[in-house]
């Protein structure tokens, strides 16, 4: 096996075990730690630490360290985070999330960069188009990691499907699910009992050692960069000032079709933020149970995986324009059906259509808005991308933040004009783009967003 091939698959088993157990514990985040919102905030401080690290770290780290002991020391976070859930409570789980979030911009710059320079490396010893390898490499990549949203779920499941404290749901408890919730902190045991601490030490035991397991492959398998691509990596890594980086990202405000994204982008963290934290608290919790929590985020993640796929293939056919609608016109219905719907175990079925929809939602949210920035600021993609995690981030910080303080009713209904905002705004933007270049096709070219679309994943 060619290894660059292999440092490749090392990169990428080393993320599924991670993202295994960082994306089960963010499902379950608001409906194990409910007392008080503590999940939710948690989640809010993390990616309000993870705008500060994608400032000021990835530059720094990987100069100073390089690509394989950034991402080894990066993954150590997210392993901080999962022993601060063994005693969560403001002492442990706060601060763990600050770690978490400061290690997370640097991890996926780390890979990023990695990947690039062994594609290029690859190329150039092969004869080959640089950016043919490196799209390869990532399509690998992308492959494995994605999957890792239906281990980590399955995993939480079938492990607190164990508990033998199941209890029978009342209809007086029902009536607190679904958009017209309590806002109490018993909302979140109202379908099943508590479960037993053994069992979310298992949990978190599982977790835990796949993370430690993630390191151990980089660090024992992953070869350092050699000393002949050091002059690669220095072109890689030849970034400018932290300060010269910054300012570039608001000056790229001055650019109004920037400004008018801003709804869009934000949306994105909303919409991301409602689903894992509101959606899996008080409908699928409430009503059946979090043992049913990763069975429902399973759905939501192949779906999303399967939809990112075909639309990246048909967008070339259908328009960026037409996909974008069917996105808010799918969002939509979900708001106005999730406002009026009462949640009940007899409706199983219904518990999955949701998030099923809401992954091919967020399919065309993350696959068409990058390629959106990539195609409308092509001279300035850095400060674009930059301003894209900026404001994607600030949605989830904001989402998470009000989520203990407002009724999902409010939530929905706040979610929905967020949506109609954005819509008309990327509206304008795309009047602005024809009548500056009325000959120009409206369908989004085929760009290799993979990686920045998950690294607002985290």
Request: charged content about 10%; glycine content about 8%.
């Amino acid at each position: 096996m060619d290894r660059n091939l292999k440092n490749v698959l090392v990169i990428s088993f080393g993320f599924l075990l991670l993202f295994t157990a960082y994306g089960g514990l963010q499902s379950l985040q608001s409906s194990l730690h409910a007392e008080e919102g503590l999940g939710v905030a948690s989640l809010s401080v993390l990616y309000a630490a993870l705008i500060l690290s994608s400032m000021f770290l990835p530059p720094i780290l990987i100069k100073k360290l390089g690509c394989k002991w950034t991402m080894a020391g990066s993954m150590c976070c997210y392993i901080a985070f999962s022993l601060g859930n063994f005693y969560a409570s403001w002492y442990t789980l706060i601060p763990t999330s600050v770690i978490l979030g400061l290690g997370g911009a640097p991890l996926w710059s780390a890979k990023c960069t990695y990947l690039t320079i062994a594609g290029n490396a690859y190329a150039e010893k092969a004869g080959k188009n640089g950016k043919d390898i490196i799209n390869q490499y990532f399509g690998v990549f992308f492959l494995i990691f994605q999957s890792s949203g239906i281990w980590g779920n399955l995993i939480s499941s079938l492990i607190f499907s164990q508990a033998s404290n199941k209890v029978e749901i009342s209809e007086e408890n029902l009536a607190c699910c679904g958009a017209y919730d309590c806002m109490t902190d018993t909302t979140n045991t109202t379908g099943s009992a508590e479960p037993s601490n053994s069992l979310i030490y298992t949990l978190l035991g599982i977790y835990t050692a796949s993370g430690v397991l993630a390191v151990l492959l980089i660090v024992v398998f992953l070869d350092q960069i050699k000393s002949d691509q050091a002059e690669t990596e220095k072109e890689i890594l030849e970034t400018p000032s932290f300060w010269s980086t910054f300012l570039a990202t608001f000056q790229h405000l001055k650019d109004k079709r920037q400004c008018l994204l801003i709804p869009l982008t934000m949306y994105s963290g909303f919409e991301q933020g409602f689903l894992s934290g509101d959606y899996t608290k008080t409908y699928v919790t409430c009503a059946l149970g979090i043992h049913y929590v990763g069975y429902v985020m399973i759905c939501f993640s192949a779906v999303n995986s399967l939809c990112s796929l075909l639309f990246g293939r048909i967008s070339q056919f259908t328009g960026r324009k037409l996909l974008f609608a069917l996105a808010a016109v799918t969002n939509t219905a979900c708001i106005i059906a999730l406002l009026l719907w009462k949640p009940h175990p007899k409706q199983l079925a219904v518990f999955f259509i949701f998030p099923a929809l809401w992954g091919l939602s967020d399919a065309i949210w993350q696959t068409q808005t990058n390629g959106l920035y990539g195609i409308l600021f092509e001279k300035h993609k850095e400060a674009a991308f930059a301003n894209y995690r900026l404001w994607e981030s600030f949605g989830f910080v904001i989402a998470f933040g009000y989520s203990t303080k407002l009724q999902v009713y409010i939530k929905l209904y706040i979610l929905l004009s967020v949506l109609v905002l954005s819509m008309v705004t990327y509206g304008v933007v795309e009047y602005l783009e024809a009548k500056s270049s009325p000959g120009t096709p409206t369908a989004t070219k085929k760009e290799n967003v993979g990686p920045l679309t998950q690294e607002t994943h985290m």
